[in-house]
Nanobody, 125 residues
Framework: QVQLVESGGGLVQAGGSLRLSCTASGRSVSVYAMGWFRQAPGKERELVAAISSGGSPYYADSVKGRFTISRDNVENTVYLQMNSLKPEDTAVYYC???????????????????WGQGTQVTVSS
């Protein structure tokens, strides 16, 4: 079983950048497909980006060209670099690990088995 801890959230002005980190313990992230999700108040949790064990990325249309997901299996960490932030990016961001098929890109919430506690990202206009 893997434990996930997110960090790097905060308050930033529109147009700014943040880098979120998801540090894993208990097991290597190399055996999991990983994803970043977000949930704004009153909305459902949605996929932001996913990455396979081999490093192939997938992005939601709303963040393409602005966000970059990456993984460092040596550091046992997954990152989400967020640039050109918009007020609509404001949400709690969650890291997740899926054991179904590490080489896949998992896009559904129900495909993930382990979740972090979340980190708040607030973008002011």
């Amino acid at each position: 079983q893997v434990q996930l801890v997110e960090s790097g959230g905060g308050l930033v002005q529109a147009g700014g950048s943040l880098r979120l980190s998801c540090t894993a313990s208990g097991r290597s992230v190399s055996v999991y497909a990983m994803g970043w999700f977000r949930q704004a108040p009153g909305k459902e949790r949605e996929l932001v980006a996913a990455i396979s064990s081999g490093g192939s990325p997938y992005y939601a249309d709303s963040v393409k060209g602005r966000f970059t997901i990456s993984r460092d299996n040596v550091e046992n960490t997954v990152y989400l670099q967020m640039n050109s932030l918009k007020p609509e990016d404001t949400a709690v961001y969650y890291c997740a690990a899926g054991s179904l098929k590490a080489s896949a890109l998992l896009v559904l919430v129900r495909s993930y088995d382990y979740w972090g506690q979340g980190t708040q990202v607030t973008v002011s206009s």
